[in-house]
Every structure is written in C-alpha cells, then in structure tokens.
C-alpha cells in the first residue's frame, strides 16, 4: 500500500540527533492511517520474542544478531578470551566499519559509531521503497533507534559509574 501523504509529512531523521518525533507519537499517527492489523504488524518490532512477519524486521534482527557477535568477538579479544565464537558471514561494510567503532575511546562515541553502521544497513533494506509499508518499517527502525538517546539521562550513567568503580575498588581489597 502507498502512504504517500503520512511518509511526506514525517519529520526527517538524522542519526545522532534527537528526533522531532516520538516513537509514541509515530505509532499514533500510523493508527490514524492504517489498520489495527497493519499497525500490529508495524509495531511488531518491539516484540523479542517473536519471529518479526516483516522481511525487513527480520533481516535487520539478523543483522543485529551479526554485529552483537562482532562485538562479542571484539571484547573477547581485548579481554584475552580464546573461546571461538560462532562463524558468521555478512555482506556488508561491518567489517570496515566496526573496527573504527571498535578504536574509539569514548564508549558514547563507539555507540554511536555501531548506530550508524546500524543507520547504513537500515539505508539498505529500505532502498527501492519509498512511502510503501517498508518504507515506514524503516521510519520506525530509525526512530527505534534514535529514541534510547532520549531516554538517557545524566544521573543514571553517573550511579553506574560509581557503582562500577565500587566494585572494582572492593575487588582490590580482596
């Protein structure tokens, strides 16, 4: 089906920066033009434990599943762990990008940097559709995205900061 109207009214999203727009607000919007059934079917992102009925929902769970095991792998080795993870192939630019995310000292900023490796794969699964249903999957993606800096708030990065250097100082005791 073509949303024509709804994507052309829907505020541009940018990685890194806070979005004019909630991702409540979004699923609001979306009630307003579509089905309950399609709109359960939007939002089925949200749902873990499903198998997602979009192609485009479950091509990018195993693209996320791809990276958190590039991840795992990049911790593995600054840690000194030699336990062989699962071998995984992926055509993508995860292996140039991820290792400048991987380089970079402020944990924010590798954040952001395997967001937008996570940006450009969205990019991808999106071409080829625009204002139909995966054009508004890919919305919501983005917006799924964008919205945990949202709900970040200074003071509980500071708690866990000073939790981690509790613990690490009572390990020193030891």
């Known amino acids: 089906m073509f949303y024509g109207s709804f994507t052309a009214a829907l505020p541009t999203l940018e990685c890194g920066v806070i979005p004019e727009i909630t991702l409540e ?12 059934k399609k709109l359960q079917t939007l939002i089925s992102w949200d749902d873990e434990t499903q198998t997602p009925k979009v192609r485009v929902y479950r091509a990018m769970r195993e693209f996320d599943a791809f990276l958190k095991l590039r991840i795992a792998e990049k911790r593995q080795e600054k840690l000194g762990v030699s336990d062989p993870l699962p071998e995984a192939e992926y055509d993508s630019d995860v292996e140039y990008a991820f290792p400048v995310a991987a380089a970079a000292a402020n944990p924010v900023e590798r954040e952001h940097l395997v967001d937008l490796i996570r940006w450009r794969q969205i990019d991808e699964l999106e071409s080829e559709h625009q204002m139909d249903f995966t054009a508004l999957c890919c919305y ?28 690490l100082a009572l390990q020193i005791k030891k």
Do not use: C, I, W
Request: hydrophobic share 40%; no cysteine.
């Open 140 to 167: 919501r993606l983005r917006l799924v995205l964008l919205e945990k800096f949202r709900k970040r708030k200074g003071g509980a990065g500071s708690t866990v900061f000073e939790q981690a250097v509790d613990k």
């Open 25 to 36: 607000e979004f699923d609001a919007l979306a009630s307003e033009v579509m089905s309950q």
